[in-house]
């Protein structure tokens, strides 16, 4: 089963900043946090991971909380091309790829 | 630079069949993992191949099989194909299995469906 759980769909307006949550109560002390989208009919596409600390790239900021129960994936400034699901995960640093895979939040940008 | 390459990219097969499918990984990746979506899910994990060893097995049972070549090509092999095996079979690479290897590159996938 998978260790985390996410809202099954979300609205954003276009420009607007989309917060995607993530519950991963269970998360143990050695376990990131990672963020992947699928775009319809493609692969997944990394976005961004974490360990404790929040992290920023060119895509998304990662908010996770002191307690590492939760967290957030931010988009700034949603595109109509940011619609995909959005897929949290939590995997072992240096496992194996095994990552367990939930269902992600389906999120639509509306113009 | 190239990405992950998935061969082919749709496909059509009756039940009872062999399906082969493949993936060339990004120049210098030689970790490969390949995983079945089913529509409507997330990605399920069949196997990791690194240096071409299998390092990680999902729950699949034994019709699926796979292999990494030396330059760290792979193909994946399911034999007596069932309806059930119609997904979405992604090819993913990553540098290698350490802590500088944390991000797959996912190929597009290879479409198969099972008449």
């Known amino acids: 089963d998978a260790k985390t759980t996410q809202p099954p769909s979300m609205d954003c307006a276009e420009g607007r900043a989309a917060n995607l949550p993530c519950n991963h109560s269970t998360i143990s002390g050695n376990e990131y946090v990672y963020w992947y989208r699928q775009i319809h009919s493609q692969g997944p596409q990394y976005i961004i991971h974490g360990l404790k600390n929040n992290e920023t790239n060119e895509m998304a900021s990662l908010i996770i909380t002191e307690d590492r129960k939760s967290s957030t994936l931010i988009l700034p400034h949603a595109t109509l091309r940011d619609t995909a699901v959005y897929y949290c995960?939590?995997?072992?640093?240096?496992?194996?790829?095994?990552?367990?895979w939930g269902a992600g939040t389906k999120l639509i940008i509306k113009p | 630079d190239a990405g992950v390459t998935q061969s082919p990219t749709h496909l059509i097969k009756t039940r009872g069949q062999h399906v082969t499918l493949r993936c060339s990984p990004i120049s210098g990746h030689k970790s490969v993992s390949w995983y079945q979506q089913v529509l409507g899910q997330g990605p399920q994990f069949i196997f990791q191949?690194?240096?071409?060893?299998?390092?990680g097995r999902g729950n699949f049972p034994d019709r699926f099989s796979a292999r990494q070549f030396p330059n760290y090509s792979s193909e994946l092999n399911v034999n007596a194909l069932l309806l059930g095996d119609s997904a979405l079979y992604l090819c993913a690479s990553s540098f290698g299995t350490g802590s500088g290897a944390n991000v797959l590159t996912f190929g597009a996938g290879s479409r198969l469906t099972v008449l």
């Open positions: 995960i939590v995997r072992l640093q240096d496992s194996n790829y095994q990552l367990i």
């Open positions: 191949y690194y240096e071409k060893e299998e390092r």
